[in-house]
């Protein structure tokens, strides 16, 4: 009974770790956690999505790294810009792209279910759905971009929506 009340007891000081008691807008975890946790409100239809990381290997490996550390089921891979819709990509993290080419691509790829990350895009007018960035004072954010979260037909659990919401408050 008593090893019940310390799982439990454990569990629940863990939760409160991971929430941020002042604000669910900012995350004091890097741009790739909360890529992960953005990515975890998403429905899949594969069980495995296949995340693509376009012309970057160093955010390759951060963000294998993170998912393995937070048990995350998601095949992270390195991939060039031009070979991104031969990969069969479930998402696409843009780090050096710049949002005019990250438009194009994805209004060529329209057919394709693909969600879009970038922390590159800080206005989020154009390009990815999901722009991260870090703030001043070294909390990372995100912002929306509607058009474009609409346009990929990929369902996304409204409450990421209200996090970014309070974000901009």
């Not at 998403?42 to 998912?67: G, I, M, Y």
């Not at 990969?87 to 993290?93: G, I, P, S």
């Not at 990815?128 to 474009?148: H, M, P, V, Y």
Request: net charge positive; glycine share 2%; charged share 15%.
């Amino acid at each position: 009974m008593i090893s019940f009340f310390r799982k439990r007891h454990y569990l629940f000081g863990t939760l409160l770790f991971f929430v941020p008691i002042s604000s669910f807008a900012y995350s004091p975890h890097n741009i790739y956690i909360t890529t992960l946790s953005i990515l975890s409100y998403v429905h899949w239809k594969d069980p495995t999505p296949n995340v693509c990381v376009v012309d970057n290997a160093n955010a390759t490996t951060q963000l294998r790294n993170f998912s393995k550390q937070l048990q995350y089921n998601y095949t992270i891979g390195s991939v060039r810009l031009e070979s991104v819709s031969k990969e069969n990509c479930d998402a696409v993290f843009f780090t050096n792209t710049s949002p005019e080419v990250q438009q194009q691509f994805l209004l060529k790829n329209t057919n394709a279910l693909i969600l879009s990350f970038s922390t590159n895009n800080n206005d989020c007018e154009i390009g990815s759905a999901f722009c991260l960035f870090t703030t001043k004072n070294g909390n990372t954010s995100f912002k929306i971009n509607l058009d474009t979260l609409s346009r990929s037909r990929v369902h996304v659990d409204p409450r990421v929506l209200l996090l970014a919401k309070n974000a901009e408050n």
